[in-house]
């Protein structure tokens, strides 16, 4: 709780409270919602993450599009959090409705191809194909977790090796293998929450804090880790960036010790249009996208070099293709490849991440103002159209360093006040994103309230 000490506790508990009877006043709706959504929902909401929101209940949506959605009270919102980055493209953009709704009046599922396939992997490998050799066959799920419990088996049956590599305090999706953290003597140990591990994490992963090449070598040293999977930067713990020459450095090692390099760019789409692969000129075997891909439409994909994907088709026969983990009925839908097609060619296209990140670049700016105004000893960072506060005074260098920062209890506040004010903040985090239907003026008006949150705590 260091760096937010500067923070009276009463002063905040006082703070929240004022928050709080605004919020129930303003929600009758949202709150009656609630109330009939407990009689058969456990906890009232249809996933149990969606009971995370501060507020004592959350606000249900009535209607969503661009960069705002309106509440079933009636009170439009500037959207920041955007489905945390599976609406990074804006609620339901034009040519992605378009495009679905043709598709669903023609056939939604029939385990079968359609003409769109080719077209998304073709246009996937342009932007995540810039490495040598090049990420060029892809596969397709509805989740990334899905994306990466595959990329996990795939990385185990070609190598023959049982461990996988994971970040300190990284997220995938709720995928078995990345549950599992450090304790303070450096043993793997299953994370804070881990619901009904399946067994003891130290079997299936090794640990390693996130810019720490020592440690990953001696991991790979062993010569029982099947693939190192990670963030190219850190976006679920706060944004944690790479050191300088870390991914080149990660690059030689896992080539040298046999272990396949898989990155996660589900949420670091944020820095272009070839997530930081392409913009920072990595060289991966795997890259994993989702989430935005389909414009909400549960959409996400893998592509592997064609090196790779020889090995595991060569590896699993044809007869065993559909009883090995790898897949599910409704992966690569005709729906949801629509829905890829139409968003990545028409909506999330190269030339709106410049906007994107100028909107971000405005965000931090004001954020920034803010904390040195009132002397708040915390600090702003961002990738791309992503962008986020923590409480530390210095960016952090690894996961660990990022989790000590947390303050559960002035992040409640900050996330309800802002709410109050219309604005959605990313919940479990205070990052915002930016869609190309973002403006200036919803960024203008998260700075305001974030001002008003500063004077309310610090007076
Ligand atoms: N990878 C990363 C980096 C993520 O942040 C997430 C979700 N936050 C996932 C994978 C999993 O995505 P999903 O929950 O849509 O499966």
């Given at each position: 709780?260091?760096d937010a000490?500067v923070?009276?506790?009463?002063?905040?508990?006082?703070?929240?409270?004022?928050?709080?009877?605004r919020?129930?006043?303003?929600?009758?709706a949202?709150?009656e919602l609630a109330?009939?959504?407990?009689?058969h929902?456990p906890l009232?909401?249809?996933?149990s993450?969606m009971?995370?929101?501060?507020g004592?209940?959350?606000?249900?949506?009535?209607?969503?599009t661009?960069?705002?959605?309106t509440c079933?009270d009636?009170?439009e919102?500037v959207?920041?959090?955007?489905?945390?980055t599976?609406a990074?493209?804006g609620?339901s953009?034009?040519?992605t409705?378009?495009?679905?709704?043709d598709?669903?009046?023609?056939?939604?599922?029939?385990m079968?191809?359609?003409?769109d396939?080719?077209?998304v992997?073709e246009e996937l490998?342009r932007?995540f194909?810039?490495?040598?050799p090049?990420?060029?066959q892809?596969?397709f799920t509805?989740?990334?977790?899905?994306?990466?419990?595959?990329v996990?088996?795939?990385a185990r049956q070609?190598?023959?090796?049982?461990?996988?590599a994971v970040?300190d305090?990284?997220?995938?999706g709720?995928?078995?293998?990345?549950?599992a953290?450090l304790?303070?003597?450096?043993?793997?140990v299953a994370?804070r929450?881990?619901?009904?591990?399946p067994?003891?994490?130290a079997?299936?992963t090794a640990v390693?804090?996130?810019?720490d090449?020592?440690?990953l070598e001696?991991e790979?040293a062993t010569?029982?880790?099947?693939?190192v999977l990670l963030?190219p930067a850190m976006?679920?713990?706060?944004?944690v960036?790479p050191?300088?020459g870390?991914?080149?450095a990660?690059r030689e090692?896992?080539?040298?010790h046999g272990?396949?390099?898989?990155i996660d760019?589900?949420?670091t789409?944020c820095?272009?249009?070839?997530?930081?692969?392409?913009?920072?000129?990595l060289?991966p075997?795997?890259?994993?996208?989702?989430?935005?891909?389909?414009?909400?439409?549960?959409?996400?994909?893998?592509g592997?070099?064609?090196?790779?994907?020889?090995?595991?088709?060569?590896?699993?026969?044809l007869?065993d293709?559909?009883v090995g983990?790898v897949g599910?009925t409704?992966a690569?839908n005709a729906?949801?490849l629509a829905?890829m097609?139409?968003?990545?060619?028409q909506v999330?296209t190269?030339?709106?991440?410049g906007?994107?990140d100028?909107?971000a670049?405005a965000w931090t700016?004001?954020?920034q103002?803010?904390?040195?105004?009132?002397?708040?000893?915390w600090h702003?960072?961002?990738l791309?159209?992503r962008?986020?506060?923590?409480?530390?005074p210095?960016?952090?260098?690894?996961?660990?360093a990022?989790?000590?920062?947390?303050?559960?209890?002035l992040?409640?506040?900050l996330?309800?006040q802002?709410?109050?004010r219309r604005?959605?903040?990313?919940p479990?985090?205070?990052?915002a994103?930016?869609?190309?239907a973002?403006?200036?003026?919803?960024v203008?008006?998260h700075?305001a309230?974030?001002?008003e949150a500063?004077?309310?705590?610090?007076?």
């Amino acid at each position: 709780r260091t760096d937010a000490s500067v923070v009276d506790r009463d002063r905040l508990a006082a703070a929240h409270h004022r928050e709080t009877e605004r919020f129930v006043a303003d929600h009758p709706a949202c709150a009656e919602l609630a109330r009939r959504g407990r009689a058969h929902m456990p906890l009232g909401v249809p996933m149990s993450w969606m009971a995370k929101w501060p507020g004592g209940f959350p606000v249900h949506v009535a209607e969503a599009t661009g960069a705002h959605f309106t509440c079933a009270d009636g009170h439009e919102h500037v959207d920041l959090c955007l489905g945390d980055t599976g609406a990074m493209v804006g609620h339901s953009p034009a040519a992605t409705v378009r495009a679905v709704r043709d598709q669903v009046a023609r056939g939604i599922t029939t385990m079968l191809p359609t003409a769109d396939a080719a077209v998304v992997a073709e246009e996937l490998t342009r932007r995540f194909g810039t490495g040598s050799p090049a990420v060029d066959q892809w596969q397709f799920t509805l989740t990334a977790t899905d994306a990466n419990r595959h990329v996990i088996r795939y990385a185990r049956q070609v190598t023959g090796r049982a461990r996988v590599a994971v970040i300190d305090f990284c997220y995938h999706g709720s995928v078995d293998e990345t549950f599992a953290t450090l304790d303070d003597q450096g043993r793997v140990v299953a994370r804070r929450g881990n619901i009904g591990a399946p067994v003891d994490p130290a079997l299936t992963t090794a640990v390693v804090p996130f810019n720490d090449l020592a440690a990953l070598e001696r991991e790979l040293a062993t010569g029982t880790v099947a693939a190192v999977l990670l963030e190219p930067a850190m976006t679920n713990i706060g944004i944690v960036l790479p050191d300088a020459g870390y991914h080149t450095a990660l690059r030689e090692m896992t080539r040298r010790h046999g272990a396949l390099l898989v990155i996660d760019e589900t949420h670091t789409l944020c820095a272009g249009p070839g997530g930081c692969t392409r913009a920072w000129g990595l060289d991966p075997d795997v890259v994993v996208v989702g989430k935005t891909i389909g414009g909400g439409i549960p959409s996400a994909a893998f592509g592997m070099t064609s090196e790779l994907s020889e090995r595991v088709v060569t590896s699993v026969g044809l007869e065993d293709i559909d009883v090995g983990g790898v897949g599910g009925t409704l992966a690569g839908n005709a729906l949801s490849l629509a829905a890829m097609r139409a968003t990545l060619t028409q909506v999330l296209t190269d030339d709106v991440f410049g906007r994107m990140d100028e909107l971000a670049v405005a965000w931090t700016d004001g954020v920034q103002g803010v904390l040195d105004a009132h002397r708040l000893p915390w600090h702003v960072t961002r990738l791309g159209c992503r962008a986020e506060y923590a409480f530390s005074p210095e960016p952090p260098h690894d996961g660990a360093a990022a989790a000590a920062a947390d303050d559960f209890e002035l992040q409640q506040y900050l996330h309800l006040q802002a709410l109050n004010r219309r604005i959605l903040l990313t919940p479990f985090h205070n990052m915002a994103l930016m869609s190309p239907a973002t403006s200036h003026a919803d960024v203008d008006a998260h700075t305001a309230a974030f001002e008003e949150a500063a004077h309310d705590l610090l007076g």
